[in-house]
């Protein structure tokens, strides 16, 4: 998603409606109810509201009001009719409100600011070989305290928080990285959210990058209109997330929707060594080692060189593969949940998500779906800023959705 673009409003048939109540003593939740409405619908007038919320007239009149004043909401152009006053139209006020996502990856960190409909402000990135703890604190403490000097006094006030993706193994994989075990060892001695928000001086949410990943469809892409979906998100290692009931889902031990870990084989009783992982095959990690290997950039892997000669003969070898791997693990998720969809998206180019799709609907074809619904394979619509995204959502809705369930009970766990 570009700085200048947000998500276009879904249709009316969107299945996240947010219901409110009329009772007393619910003010805030209401509030949050109306807020959730037009950046689910995109600007209404008030009869719309109350149509879509269950409110009284009256209540939404209230709520609007306090909303406007409190600089939230904004009104548009009276639109005239054929009968009646005319309807004034309510919409997000993009200075609202502000929120930070930082992406702490295995070998590059993103920080960036939305303001209040999710539009990206601001963006910066490091890259580095490894990510040093300290090197990574260092950075986001100075990239936020930039953000918050140039935001001015009063837009600062408006920040809601800092949102963390982050993998949650940092220091894993480490034959497969070539990881320092001195940095794995600092890794499990830092608590990052704490650090962040002891250096900062702002709240912190943390979450697992993939999930945030799919917090970000979930909230500002398709998922707005998929209720059950996988969510697989191709970066450095593959991983991914799962919604069920447009909720995301965790576990017990926030392994949901892992798919990285999926073994792509039996474990063999003659064999001392287990089969390979999903991570294995389809990460761009693979992509980049066939680059080098030919003596080619690898970090073409993020960008459409990977689509050009003379990458793209090593780009379509690796596909192929990583579409096999790919379409084992929508096989197997099907199997076992009754999925509207599975949601692909990635560290790279839109077209080679576009190569890489036809790849995974190629394989799909060679399995026998007798006895299981074969779910729908759809596109990801953020791309690459996806997981700080997500993270940025995370004090966005922790300050103004109605429905603090829907992931944020995840960073908890």
């Known amino acids: 998603m570009s700085p200048e673009t947000a998500p276009a409003p879904p249709t009316e048939g969107s299945r996240l409606r947010p219901r409110g109540s009329s009772q007393g003593g619910l003010r805030q939740y209401n509030e949050r109810v109306i807020l959730q409405a037009i950046r689910l619908h995109g600007a209404l007038p008030s009869a719309d509201l109350a149509r879509l919320t269950h409110l009284t007239a009256q209540t939404v009149s209230l709520i609007t009001k306090r909303l406007i004043d409190d600089g939230l909401l904004l009104k548009g152009t009276p639109q005239r009719g054929k009968v009646g006053q005319p309807s004034v139209p309510l919409s997000l006020n993009p200075d609202g409100a502000y929120s930070i996502g930082v992406k702490v990856g295995r070998r590059g960190l993103d920080v960036l600011l939305i303001d209040f409909e999710g539009r990206v402000r601001e963006r910066s990135s490091r890259d580095y070989a490894f990510p040093d703890p300290q090197l990574v604190l260092t950075e986001i403490t100075l990239r936020v305290q930039g953000l918050m000097r140039r935001l001015g006094d009063t837009a600062r006030e408006r920040v809601q928080g800092v949102g963390v993706a982050a993998p949650l193994s940092m220091g894993g994989w480490q034959s497969l990285l070539g990881f320092p075990d001195t940095l794995a060892e600092a890794w499990t001695r830092t608590d990052l959210r704490g650090e962040i928000e002891r250096q900062t001086g702002l709240p912190v949410d943390l979450l697992k990058d993939t999930a945030a990943a799919c917090v970000a469809e979930l909230v500002a892409g398709r998922g707005r209109s998929v209720k059950s979906f996988l969510y697989v998100f191709v970066d450095t290692f593959i991983g991914g997330g799962l919604v069920i009931d447009s909720h995301l889902r965790a576990g017990l031990h926030g392994n949901a929707g892992a798919i990285g870990s999926l073994p792509l084989g039996l474990a063999s009783a003659g064999s001392s060594a287990p089969p390979p992982q999903l991570l294995s095959v389809a990460s761009l990690l693979n992509l980049e080692a066939r680059y080098r290997e030919a003596g080619l950039e690898p970090m073409a892997s993020g960008d459409e060189r990977a689509l050009e000669m003379p990458w793209r003969p090593h780009t379509q070898a690796w596909m192929h593969e990583a579409a096999a791997a790919i379409a084992l693990a929508t096989n197997s998720a099907a199997c076992l949940l009754d ?44 791309g690459s800023d996806a997981r700080a995204i997500g993270g940025a959502l995370l004090p966005l809705y922790a300050n103004f959705a109605p429905d603090r369930d829907l992931f944020l009970k995840v960073a908890e766990s």
């Open 339 to 382: 999925l509207d969809g599975v949601i692909v998206d990635g560290n790279f180019a839109r077209p080679v998500l576009t190569a890489l799709q036809r790849e995974i609907e190629t394989a799909l074809a060679r399995y026998s779906w007798e006895g299981v619904v074969r779910p729908e394979l759809m596109p990801g619509t953020i």
